[in-house]
């Protein structure tokens, strides 16, 4: 890994001590498919932020104890 330039780290307000190599490279937060326990809260959930019952289907996740909603 090489080393971030001072004058960049300066323009960013950043130490000069420290590498701040993720701050360069941020790796994010993966979204995840949402799952539920139950085949009604799923249903519920989908019909709630508007998908039609046409549009989505229901997927066993999570080694078959919960379901997850896949849009069509």
């Known amino acids: 890994m090489t080393k971030t ?3 960049i780290k300066r323009r960013f307000g950043l130490s000069t001590s420290l590498s701040h190599y993720h701050f360069f490279h941020p790796s994010g937060v993966k979204a995840r498919p949402k799952t539920f326990k139950t085949e009604e ?3 519920a959930w989908a019909l709630k932020n508007g998908l039609k019952e046409s549009k989505f289907c229901l997927k066993r996740a999570k080694r078959g104890k919960k379901f997850q909603v896949v849009k069509l």
Request: net charge positive; glycine share 0%.
């Open 41 to 43: 809260s799923a249903n």
């Open 5 to 7: 330039h001072t004058r």
